[in-house]
């Protein structure tokens, strides 16, 4: 069982930066794929990022490629998501996703772990 603790949510302006963490409870952290997701209301969560067991493998969602970072560092169990270049369409609230695999995707499906989610709030 992995329980994750997602923190760093904020208000922010449009153009500023934020920096997500993530605290994933347990031994087998570094075992595990990650993954960022963001549910804007009345919308379906989607994928926003996500990163190898080993973090040298990542992969970005379109919309965030070149603005967003996910990082790890295994030695603290936590996994991060740098947000640079806010935009108002980025508001939501983001969740952090753990994979019972050492590689994964932006399939929801293939994520077996969920944390309650931080909000992140763009003004323009």
């Known amino acids: 069982q992995v329980q994750l603790v997602e923190s760093g949510g904020d208000l922010v302006q449009a153009g500023g930066s934020l920096r997500l963490s993530c605290a994933a409870s347990?031994?087998?952290?570094?075992?595990?794929?990650m993954g960022w997701f963001r549910q804007a209301p009345g919308k379906e969560r989607t994928f926003v990022a996500t990163?190898?067991?080993?973090?040298?493998?990542?992969s970005y969602a379109d919309s965030v490629k070149g603005r967003f970072t996910i990082s790890r560092d295994n030695a603290k169990n936590t996994v991060y998501l740098q947000m640079n270049s806010l935009k108002p369409e980025d508001t939501a609230v983001y969740y952090c996703?753990?994979?019972?695999?050492?590689?994964?995707?932006?399939?929801?499906?293939?994520?077996?772990?969920w944390g309650q989610g931080t909000q992140v709030t763009v003004s323009s």
């Open positions: 347990g031994d087998t952290f570094s075992s595990y794929a």
């Open positions: 996703a753990a994979a019972t695999t050492r590689y994964s995707d932006s399939y929801r499906d293939a994520y077996n772990y």
């Open positions: 990163i190898s067991w080993s973090g040298a493998s990542t």
